[in-house]
């Protein structure tokens, strides 16, 4: 598969901050070089590697190479011409001398180039860094674009976005000495999964369910991202967030915010996320009374016992809430939200249940007998999208019977086509597409949710129960 993105195809250098951790060695490098074989990076495109760990340019390509070289298909001759679009700057995240040093390497490929190249800042560290990133970046003047047409400036932000709405209107408060708000690209990998970005094709291109998507056909809405995996060895920053600002500040609540949103009138990235913010902030916040009765928190055996977890932890590794959105269109649905680790199945699906109709030409129905409608949109592990409906089973009598119309997306498309969300993402930003990247008002509309939950539970008001391992979380 090859990309033409012929208004973007401009001599370009992502500058990846963090360069040897984990994101960058597991996401990043395995994206680009992908996306390197697809032929759908700039003509002239270089990453700098800066991390603290001392490391030569070649030590730096050996790595990256040994990572490439263990990627399905990977040939030789490949990997060692995409290892030397490579370059690595040592130097703590605080000291003005790296950032010296970063600008003259960046000017000399600019020299090299004749050209004032683009840059992409991309911030795969953890979030206690970025205050200093973002000041020396902007004291060695490496923010600065070389002119309105030529060399443009952005930075790439990764979750989580803040550890709640003070943190995050704080980060937000100093990226916006730095950048415009077209210049910040603050990642949701969700958005750029492939079954995710088609919720609003699939919503809004289709006449099929629109029409039935509001409170009088829609009894309720249920989101669940559950994991069979544990914190492993992420404990120390684990205990510190837990599950709720782990997954449901921004996984949950972005599908969330795709299944209810209205129509944005266009594929326009400003409309589109205009519309999943006016989502968020219809979100009922939780008085502590409602947190006691609609919340449920859980941890799981052996938590406690994870190196870098407090032996006394408090951190919930499981929630529950049962939310609602102040819309009229969706007045009175309740929305269940879910996730944990340690559960007895990993899926991320999103069940909308339809209502009973009534009147209903159903037999029994006048006994109390119900038939609904189920959608299940599963975004992860097996990609489709299931709709329940009913058929008359063969016979004498009268009967009913449930059955799934089904569309399989890896079945439905050749090996090959999917892009990873990364790939997806690094492309956006390059060309300067923020549709799939989350807005100031998005996160802070749900940070003020999530809030409103974590106050209660700091109040030690709803109890923190611990479940097994491979079951369906506390009871």
């Not at 970005?197 to 029409?211: I, K, P």
């Not at 409309?271 to 916040?285: G, H, P």
């Amino acid at each position: 598969m090859e990309f033409e993105r012929p208004n973007e195809r401009k001599p370009t250098i992502l500058i990846m901050f963090g360069a040897t951790g984990d994101l960058a060695t597991r996401k990043l490098i395995p994206a680009l070089f992908h996306l390197f074989r697809k032929k759908a990076l700039p003509p002239l495109f270089q990453v700098v590697g800066f991390s603290r760990s001392f490391l030569t340019d070649e030590a730096f390509r050996g790595m990256v190479s040994e990572i490439a070289s263990r990627l399905p298909g990977s040939q030789p001759e490949e990997v060692r011409t995409f290892s030397q679009l490579f370059a690595y700057q040592a130097g703590r995240f605080e000291e003005v001398e790296a950032y010296q040093s970063l600008a003259r390497r960046l000017g000399l490929v600019d020299k090299e180039w004749r050209t004032c190249a683009n840059k992409l800042f991309h911030l795969s560290v953890p979030p206690r860094y970025y205050p200093d990133i973002l000041a020396r970046l902007s004291d060695s003047g490496l923010t600065k674009p070389c002119s309105d047409k030529e060399g443009w400036t952005r930075v790439i932000v990764e979750k989580p976005f803040g550890k709640d709405l003070k943190s995050a209107q704080e980060l937000d408060a100093l990226l916006g000495k730095l950048f415009r708000e077209e210049q910040v690209y603050r990642i949701d990998h969700y958005l750029g999964k492939e079954t995710a970005q088609n919720v609003l094709v699939f919503r809004f291109s289709n006449r099929l369910f629109e029409d039935s998507w509001h409170r009088d056909s829609v009894e309720s809405i249920a989101i669940q991202l559950f994991e069979t995996e544990g914190v492993e060895s992420r404990g120390e920053f684990y205990d510190g967030v837990g599950a709720l600002r782990d997954v449901g500040q921004n996984h949950v609540l972005q599908l969330l915010a795709l299944f209810t949103m209205e129509h944005p009138g266009s594929f326009d990235a400003v409309a589109i996320r205009r519309a999943r913010a006016a989502a968020l902030k219809a979100l009922s916040l939780l008085t502590e009374s409602e947190a006691v009765s609609r919340t449920a928190r859980g941890q799981y055996e052996g938590y406690r016992s994870i190196t870098g977890v407090d032996p006394r932890s408090q951190t919930e590794t499981y929630f529950r809430i049962t939310g609602a959105l102040a819309l009229p269109k969706w007045q009175g649905v309740p929305i269940f939200l879910e996730g944990g680790k340690r559960l007895a199945e990993a899926k991320v699906e999103v069940t909308m249940t339809f209502s009973h109709p009534s009147p209903c030409l159903c037999p029994r129905a006048e006994a109390g007998e119900h038939y609904k409608n189920v959608l299940r949109y599963q975004i992860q592990p097996h990609e489709s999208v299931k709709a329940s409906f009913w058929v008359k089973k063969p016979g004498v009598k009268l009967e009913l019977e449930e059955r799934d119309l089904a569309f399989d997306y890896k079945h439905a498309f050749p090996e090959g086509s999917f892009l990873d969300a990364y790939e997806k993402l690094i492309l956006d930003a390059i060309e300067g597409d923020q549709t799939l990247f989350v807005s100031t008002e998005e996160i802070m509309a749900s940070w003020k949710f999530i809030d409103s939950i974590i106050t209660a539970w700091q109040k030690d008001v709803v109890p923190l129960t611990a479940y097994a391992p491979g079951s369906i979380g506390p009871s």
